[in-house]
């Protein structure tokens, strides 16, 4: 079992930066693709970005792409989401997610990939 706890969020004017947080317990992340993934009020939980498991490969929504970047420290076990040039349309609740079925590969873009979740942290932009 694979804990996973976000951090980092908050509340942000548009064009601001945060940097959000994932660090699991329970077992090294070394072996695991992790992933991002944000759900605003109303609408599905929707794919970010996601990263394979030493940090070789990355993928992105084309909605972040650029402005976005995943990365991890496996000594650490944490993975983290660089958010710059943010948007009010960013707003939402950001989960992290872990897979060890994709290893050695990125993740996939849907929630059934995953199979690990964290209880999400706040992201709020103002415009």
């Known amino acids: 079992q694979v804990q996973l706890v976000e951090s980092g969020g908050g509340l942000v004017q548009a064009g601001g930066s945060l940097r959000l947080s994932c660090a699991a317990s329970?077992?090294?992340?070394?072996?695991?693709?992790m992933a991002w993934f944000r759900q605003a009020p109303g609408q599905e939980r929707k794919f970010v970005a996601a990263?394979?498991?030493?940090?070789?490969?990355?993928d992105y929504a084309d909605s972040v792409k650029g402005r976005f970047t995943i990365s991890r420290e496996n000594a650490n076990n944490t993975v983290y989401l660089q958010v710059n040039s943010l948007k009010p349309e960013d707003t939402a609740v950001y989960h992290c997610a872990a897979d060890q079925r994709s290893y050695p590969n990125v993740g996939g873009r849907q929630r059934y990939d995953y199979d690990y979740w964290g209880q999400g942290t706040q992201v709020t932009v103002s415009s």
């Open positions: 329970g077992r090294a992340l070394r072996s695991y693709a």
């Open positions: 990263i394979n498991y030493s940090g070789s490969s990355t």
